[in-house]
């Protein structure tokens, strides 16, 4: 990167995610910025929310952000974080890192919530995802559930099993898609379908999953480590500890 900017001489360096190219771009600049240099980055999901707890990468963040003359986030939690964090440029408008949606997303039929007997569940696990914690609500709450189906997408192979153990269990009708089986517009189509979505992690910026439901007329049940409490009034139902009671309640 050195090489390209000493070639290039860009008037500007897009820094698209903090940890990947954010660290190269630090790197690359690690003896000084060109005078006509201009550094944007972007800030991505968990990027600072998350990142910034761990001394190693604090710093890098911190040295990041100094040379930063813009600064993109999808919240205005992150905003704040990026400044205390050491940044002093200029602040663009939040805005979602996904874009929006296309009038093809939403010619998508809809039902009508007095139809909608589906519940929607993200299958992330490891990391920041919590998808097991949303499947163990389901199990508990199994009763109450009854006559809705239960899809989870987006699962990797432990979700998988706990959901094929779940609907054995309590006799719900529960369907699981591993990653990348679902097309985008197959997602769309089940919260077009689906009364809540129910997203849960320890971090994130703005959940694209979240908007999505939204959008498609579901109710969202997300952690508030997405930002959701900038989104919602009563629109959705933010979830502030991932516990399987708190959750529980929330579906309800």
């Known amino acids: 990167m050195k090489a390209a900017i000493r070639s290039f001489q860009p008037s500007l360096v897009h820094s698209l995610e903090l940890q990947n190219a954010g660290y190269v771009t630090l790197r690359a600049l690690s003896k000084g910025k060109p005078k006509d240099l201009k550094?944007?980055?972007?800030?991505?999901?968990?990027?600072?929310?998350?990142?910034?707890?761990?001394?190693?990468?604090?710093?890098?963040?911190?040295?990041?952000?100094?040379?930063?003359?813009?600064?993109?986030?999808?919240?205005?939690?992150?905003?704040?974080?990026?400044?205390?964090?050491g940044f002093t440029g200029q602040a663009m408008p939040v805005i979602p890192n996904s874009g929006g949606f296309s009038e093809p997303d939403f010619a998508i039929p809809r039902l009508v919530p007095s139809e909608r007997k589906t519940i929607a569940l993200k299958g992330y696990q490891g990391w920041v995802g919590r998808a097991k914690v949303s499947l163990e609500a389901v199990r508990e709450m199994s009763e109450e559930l009854q006559g809705y189906k239960i899809i989870v997408y987006s699962a990797n192979r432990s979700v998988l099993k706990l959901a094929r153990q779940v609907a054995k269990k309590t006799g719900l009708e529960i369907k699981a898609f591993g990653k990348g089986t679902m097309s985008h517009k197959q997602v769309l189509e089940m919260f077009a379908k689906s009364k809540i979505y129910v997203g849960l992690s320890e971090s994130d910026g703005i959940s694209t999953s979240m908007l999505e439901?939204?959008?498609?007329?579901?109710?969202?049940?997300?952690?508030?480590?997405?930002?959701?409490?900038?989104?919602?009034?009563?629109?959705?139902?933010?979830?502030?500890?991932?516990?399987?009671?708190?959750?529980?309640?929330?579906?309800?």
């Not at 604090?58 to 040295?63: C, E, I, S, V």
């Not at 969202?220 to 959705?236: I, L, M, N, R």
């Not at 933010?238 to 309640?249: E, L």
């Open 39 to 85: 550094l944007l980055v972007t800030n991505w999901g968990s990027d600072i929310f998350w990142f910034q707890r761990f001394p190693k990468h604090k710093t890098k963040l911190q040295k990041l952000l100094q040379l930063a003359d813009v600064y993109s986030a999808e919240c205005e939690r992150d905003v704040v974080l990026a400044r205390n964090l």
């Open 213 to 252: 439901a939204m959008a498609m007329g579901a109710i969202p049940v997300q952690t508030s480590t997405a930002c959701c409490d900038e989104w919602f009034g009563d629109s959705g139902v933010a979830v502030h500890q991932i516990k399987v009671p708190v959750v529980k309640n929330a579906i309800k």
